[in-house]
């Protein structure tokens, strides 16, 4: 039984594996058919909706511009209003030629100086001023007169928005709205219950924290938008409409009579401390200079470039920090260990030879490193007691003082590093030899190289002192200068 069984089943399937030729050359020629006449009925249009079937043709609408677009049409806001909600439709990038002048150095505003805003409000500047014909000064005529930052610049609702929008905003705790649409609190005011009871969402315009008189600006014929760029080309104005100092620079930064009352001093926009420095501390976070300024941007590496930019204009540092504020750490008494690792008492000497790190950046060799050295004996002052059992600092005399000149004596190493000379000798160690013979008991060994003689006067006429250390002033060798 099983065997008979087995032998049907192969039999099926040898007769599944076999095909008769016919069959093969319909499938051909059916697959030639499609392949011709398929693309045309596929591209064949779907049938139309139903007469009335509004539904039905507003989602096709929606689906081709969804399909079109790449995206979902953009949401409404509460009342069905798009327009207003952000800078540029469907809140796409403002160009860069309608962005306030110094964008591009910097393409967000300061927090620290313009905090964050919570706009509440929906508003088509476009709109008022191409198709309305408004201009700045209709809604925010009170800049025209402002001194100060902490004036009102918006407009009052009952006095300039009722003039055109149906409702009465006389006393905002009953605002009154009308029947057109316009009028509806949901027109303007965004949020999911706008207008109900009565309420609106809050609008929070902190003020800046900076001195700015619109009055002066608009005096001097500057337009709204040399600060502001093209307000009237956007939608809704936000915080990136706002003033960067790069763009103030164009005014603030000239140089001679061109700058005329636009001075470039920090404090005549910033806010200043009692002191005279810079208020730099805010809710947001710390005011920081921006990378364009001096190279001053405090990034990471800022501790490695500040020497730089210090170095350069110091008085610029000080226009934010006080001299302690430097020596906390350049005094000592916070030691960076990204300056000084631990154990650099014992490494100081090489680095000190090589004068890197830069010792007199930070200390006063005459006395932070002398005083330090006498205390432990290195220094020629120091204390018979203190100094080393059959130990020297520097190579013998027969090859560090009374040998010829090589580049092992001590006149190579003071040409080449002074500075660690006189990290352990006073001045009065060289003229021990250096000295007019008897002056000072000095051996008259002359420190000068050749051709000196000819440009000593010059040197004697701009400062005199180093002169006189070694000569005394009716020195023969001083009066030949004079």
């Known amino acids: 039984m099983d065997a008979r069984q087995d032998g049907r089943r192969r039999a099926r399937r040898d007769e599944a594996r076999f095909v008769p030729g016919w069959v093969a050359i319909v499938a051909c020629l059916g697959a030639l058919a499609l392949a011709i006449v398929g693309p045309e009925a596929a591209a064949q249009p779907k049938p139309p909706a139903a007469a009335g079937d509004d539904g039905a043709e507003a989602a096709e609408d929606d689906a081709e511009e969804g399909d079109a677009e790449g995206e979902a049409p953009a949401k409404a806001a509460r009342g069905g209003y798009t327009s207003g909600l952000h800078p540029m439709p469907d809140d796409a990038e403002v160009p860069l030629a309608w962005m306030p002048p110094g964008t591009s150095a910097t393409p967000v505003p300061s927090d620290e100086i313009y905090p964050p805003q919570t706009l509440t409000i929906r508003f088509n500047h476009k709109k008022h001023v191409k198709g309305l014909k408004q201009t700045c000064k209709s809604c925010h005529g009170a800049a025209y007169t402002s001194g100060a930052v902490t004036d009102r610049l918006l407009p009052k609702p009952s006095e ?187 490494m100081h000497p090489q680095a000190a030879r090589q004068d890197n790190p830069r010792c007199v950046s930070c200390h006063q060799e005459q006395t932070f490193c002398a005083d330090c050295h006498r205390r432990t004996g290195v220094a020629r002052e120091a204390p018979s007691a203190a100094r080393p059992a059959g130990r020297r600092f ?53 420190p000068h190289p050749l051709g000196f003689e000819s440009k000593c006067k010059t040197a004697f006429s701009r400062n005199p002192r180093p002169c006189l250390v070694c000569h005394q002033s009716s020195d023969r060798f001083v009066q030949r200068c004079q």
């Open 394 to 446: 520097h190579p013998p005399p027969a090859e560090w003082t009374t040998a010829p000149r090589s580049a092992k004596h001590h006149a190579w190493e003071a040409e080449r590093n002074l500075n660690a000379c006189v990290s352990c000798h006073t001045e009065r160690d060289c003229a021990t030899c250096h000295a007019t013979r008897g002056a000072s008991g000095g051996q008259g060994l002359n």
């Open 160 to 346: 300039t928005c009722d003039n055109c929008h149906d409702v009465d905003h006389s006393d905002l705790t009953q605002v009154k709205a009308g029947t057109n649409e316009n009028g509806q609190c949901a027109y303007c005011h965004i949020g999911e219950n706008a207008g109900s009871d009565g309420k609106v969402a809050p609008l929070v315009l902190p003020h800046a924290n900076l001195r700015f008189p619109h009055a002066k600006h608009v005096s001097r014929n500057i337009k709204c938008s040399q600060c502001h760029g093209r307000v009237d080309q956007i939608e809704l104005a936000t915080r990136d409409q706002l003033p960067r100092m790069a763009g103030c620079f164009t005014c603030h930064n000239m140089s001679g009579a061109a700058q005329g009352e636009a001075k470039s001093d920090c404090d005549v926009c910033h806010l200043t401390r009692p002191d005279g420095r810079l208020v730099t501390a805010f809710a947001t976070g710390d005011l920081l200079p921006p990378a364009w300024l001096h190279s001053a941007g405090h990034t990471p590496d800022w501790l490695e470039r500040h020497k730089q930019i210090a170095a350069n204009d110091s008085a610029f540092c000080g226009s934010c920090h006080s001299a302690n504020y430097c020596t906390d750490c350049h005094d000592g008494k916070i030691r960076p260990r990204n300056v000084h690792p631990n154990d650099f008492l014992s």
